[in-house]
């Protein structure tokens, strides 16, 4: 019970990364609020982390929406009184062709996957009177590309070093921001994707990420066991930065 006595956040758990991020910090001990937009799902995922013996909350929240950031955070408070982890991992993928991305492309995809995670820090970092950690779910493609992912890989990599300077910023308060890169993770999120199978053959593993392994490490820089690492980002890709 490494998380014993510690409240989470997760965006984005209703499915995917962000579900199992919730059973593991659960788990280990943390009180979690679950968050997304599909209620019935959110309930499902609070309803398996009671049952086996955790506490969780569901606050359904549009992480597009300013209003969400605050009342996430507020939500938090009046059920478990603090807040010690934030997991910034509501998010989605944009795959197109450079030319043939929209404004509207670039304006929901910065909101969501780069604006929302600007702003939760914004929102929680002072109530963090204790220290806390934050784990920001970006994606290996803030540090390796492929066509089709330029507007993806803007966006992840902004966040990717937006977190190291947060980091510096606060690790005087025992503040630590560290920034998760999953390779390709059988989610919802690429479910029927016709690249399927040529990501798979860029991967040495020769398979995609379960949600769970990417969990596993969430809960390790959530922890103490990561006491030293801030600033930080941990790779999960199944060996392709090798290549
Ligand atoms: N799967 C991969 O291969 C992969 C690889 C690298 C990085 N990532 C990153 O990992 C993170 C999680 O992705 P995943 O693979 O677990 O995908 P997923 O299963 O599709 O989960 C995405 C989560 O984000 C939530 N979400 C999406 N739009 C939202 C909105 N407007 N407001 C609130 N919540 C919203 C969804 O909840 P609702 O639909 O209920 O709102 C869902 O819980 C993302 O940031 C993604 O970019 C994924």
Redesign the pocket.
Known sequence: MKLQNKVAIV?????????YASFALAKAGARVTVT???SE??EQVVQEIKANGGQAIFVQ????HEESYEYLVNETLQAFGQIDILVN?????IEKSFLELTVDDFQQFIT??GYAYFRMMQEVIPHMKNGGSIIN?T??AAINTIPTHSLYSFVKAGVTQMSKGVAQEFAGQNIRVNCLL????D????AGNPNSDFIRSLIPMQRFST?EEQANIIVFLASDDSSYMTGSSIVADGGVRGI
């Open positions: 965006t984005g758990s209703t499915s995917g990364i962000g579900k997304g937009r599909r799902k959110g929240a549009d992480m597009m991992n509501a998010g989605n993928i969501l996957d779910v994606s290996l999953p390779g390709a993770v989610t919802e999120m690429v949600p």
